[in-house]
């Protein structure tokens, strides 16, 4: 049986799972979720990334969302809305709310979210062994400018003073806020200046996470953002070096297709760490120390010379994610691609 491991991030990393389970029913699949994204909100532990993934495997995403569940209500939300409680830009739902109640009374009782999490997917089967990069506690941050913050879209309560640390007339008018509220409230609409995964340099990869990438027979970087996704899970010691050690194909596949993301705003976290949203420059950002071979959309089959140039193997076919079909044979393309760079 395969051995595959998969970084994954949310929406893109769940639907290209889903591909890959289609593709290679039989494989044992170990999927190492970004925690970056993580967030406390009403005192509760909620991990969108996490939960994106087991939804999305387990039956219960709504699908055209591509995040919360299915046949949802927003009671909760509203009640707290009344009581003028916030933030209302971070729209959880009720069924959504009972899993974070969950989580957050296993981690109160002690138990780490490795271990939460294995409960969690008890109840959904995903049908892969899912596991958070660390159990500790990292929360991707962002860094703006306050002067942009006030008159970004989605601003009102809880919006930026326009002052950060040392802000003023003449000060520093910068702040950092969670990628959350860069993302969600903010829709990436001012610019990102840093990405920061504060409390990566000093977290430990969680339990299984170092044993799953030596056992593995292939690596995978689904199409997921690679900075506040994948990046943030190889900011974690000991995890890049790992892969780079693995002594396996390491193959990922592009998220850039005809120089735009094909989902969300990665353009704007990859210009706040210089690299061009374009799919070699993403290849060549993660680096042949860590891929072996990268896959990019037909339509930026002109980039493929340059990302060999780089020393990474690089192939052109269609990346849309256009149903479960189209993207398990995206993951056959990945896996005969990393056949090929293991031969």
């Given at each position: 049986m395969e051995r595959i491991v998969v970084l994954a991030g949310g929406i893109g990393g769940a639907r290209f799972l889903r591909g890959l389970k289609a593709a290679v029913p039989d494989a044992d699949v170990t999927v190492v979720g970004n925690t970056g994204d993580d967030i406390h909100l009403f005192g509760l532990k909620v991990c969108p990334d996490l939960d994106t993934v087991m939804?999305?495997?387990?039956?219960?995403?709504?699908?055209?969302?591509?995040?919360?569940?299915?046949?949802?209500?927003?009671?909760?939300?509203?009640?707290?809305?009344?009581?003028?409680?916030?933030?209302?830009?971070?729209?959880?739902?009720?069924?959504?709310?009972?899993?974070?109640?969950?989580?957050?009374q296993m981690m109160s009782a002690g138990y780490p979210l490795s271990a939460v999490t294995e409960a969690l997917c008890a109840r959904w089967q995903?049908?892969?062994?899912?596991?958070?990069?660390?159990?500790?506690?990292?929360?991707?941050?962002?860094?703006?400018?306050?002067?942009?913050?006030?008159?970004?879209?989605?601003?009102?309560?809880?919006?930026?003073?326009?002052?950060?640390?040392?802000?003023?007339?003449?000060?520093?008018?910068?702040?950092?806020?969670?990628?959350?509220?860069?993302?969600?409230?903010?829709?990436?609409?001012?610019?990102?200046?840093?990405?920061?995964?504060?409390?990566?340099?000093?977290?430990?990869?969680?339990?299984?996470?170092?044993?799953?990438?030596?056992?593995?027979?292939?690596?995978?970087f689904p199409p997921s953002n690679p900075v506040v996704s994948v990046g943030t899970i190889l900011a974690v010691p000991g995890i890049r070096e790992a892969i780079a050690d693995a002594g396996v194909p390491v193959v990922g596949l592009s998220p850039i297709v005809g120089d735009a993301p094909v989902h969300g705003m990665a353009d704007k976290v990859l210009s706040a760490i210089g690299v061009e949203s374009t799919a070699a420059a993403v290849a060549q950002h993660y680096g042949s120390?860590?891929?072996?071979?990268?896959?990019?959309?037909?339509?930026?089959?002109?980039?493929?010379?340059?990302?060999?140039?780089?020393?990474?193997?690089?192939?052109?076919?269609?990346?849309?994610?256009?149903?479960?079909e189209a993207t398990a044979q995206m993951a056959r393309e990945a896996l005969a691609l990393a056949e090929e760079v293991g031969a």
């Open positions: 939804y999305t495997l387990g039956g219960g995403i709504n699908e055209e969302q591509g995040w919360g569940r299915a046949d949802e209500s927003f009671t909760v939300k509203e009640e707290l809305a009344a009581y003028g409680v916030g933030p209302e830009w971070f729209g959880l739902g009720d069924r959504d709310f009972a899993t974070h109640i969950v989580r957050t995903p049908g892969v062994r899912l596991l958070p990069m660390t159990d500790d506690r990292v929360e991707t941050h962002v860094l703006i400018d306050t002067a942009e913050l006030d008159e970004s879209p989605g601003n009102g309560a809880g919006g930026g003073s326009g002052h950060g640390p040392g802000g003023g007339p003449g000060g520093d008018r910068r702040k950092a806020v969670h990628f959350q509220e860069y993302w969600v409230r903010l829709r990436a609409s001012v610019e990102a200046h840093a990405v920061v995964p504060v409390g990566a340099e000093s977290a430990k990869p969680a339990p299984g996470v170092l044993d799953a990438i030596a056992d593995a027979d292939v690596i995978l120390g860590l891929l072996d071979g990268w896959l990019v959309d037909t339509v930026d089959a002109g980039s493929a010379q340059a990302v060999e140039d780089a020393g990474i193997r690089c192939r052109a076919v269609p990346l849309m994610m256009n149903g479960t």
